[in-house]
Nanobody, 122 residues
Framework: QVQLVESGGGLVQAGGSLRLSCAAS????????MGWFRQAPGKEREFVAGITRSGASTYNPGSVKGRFTIFRDNAKNTVYLQMNGLQPEDTAVYYCAATQIISTSWASYDYWGQGTQVTVSS
C-alpha cells in the first residue's frame, strides 16, 4: 500500500508557473517509478511526466516538453512537477501515481493520489 497526496495546485495567469508536490507514505518510495497525469473535464486522462526510481531518467510528451519538469527527492519521499509557461489548455486536475515499471499509460499505475486542481486563466 502506497498513499499519495498532491498539493500545490491553484489559479494562475497564462504564462505563470506552479510547482506541484506529491508526498508518499507506506511502501518504500524509492521502489517506485512515478508519473504525473492530468484530466480535464470531458477529456481522457493524459500522461504529462514520468521519472524512474532513482530519478536518473525523466519523460515528457511533446505537448509539455520544455515547460514541465518532473523531479524527485527520495530522502523526502516526494515527487514534484514544476510547470512553467502555463497555458489555458493546461487547466486540469493533476494526479501523481506510482508504478513498478514506468509507463505513459494510466492503466499501468497501481497507486493514485486524489488530485489537485490547476486552473490557468487567459
Amino acid at each position: 500500500q502506497v498513499q499519495l497526496v498532491e498539493s500545490g495546485g491553484g489559479l494562475v495567469q497564462a504564462g505563470g508557473s506552479l510547482r506541484l508536490s506529491c508526498a508518499a507514505s507506506g511502501r518504500t518510495f524509492s521502489n517506485y517509478a512515478m508519473g504525473w497525469f492530468r484530466q480535464a473535464p470531458g477529456k481522457e486522462r493524459e500522461f504529462v511526466a514520468g521519472i524512474t526510481r532513482s530519478g536518473a531518467s525523466t519523460y515528457n510528451p511533446g505537448s509539455v516538453k520544455g515547460r514541465f519538469t518532473i523531479f524527485r527527492d527520495n530522502a523526502k519521499n516526494t515527487v514534484y512537477l514544476q510547470m512553467n509557461g502555463l497555458q489555458p489548455e493546461d487547466t486540469a486536475v493533476y494526479y501523481c501515481a506510482a508504478t513498478q515499471i514506468i509507463s505513459t499509460s494510466w492503466a499501468s499505475y497501481d497507486y493514485w493520489g486524489q488530485g489537485t486542481q490547476v486552473t490557468v486563466s487567459s
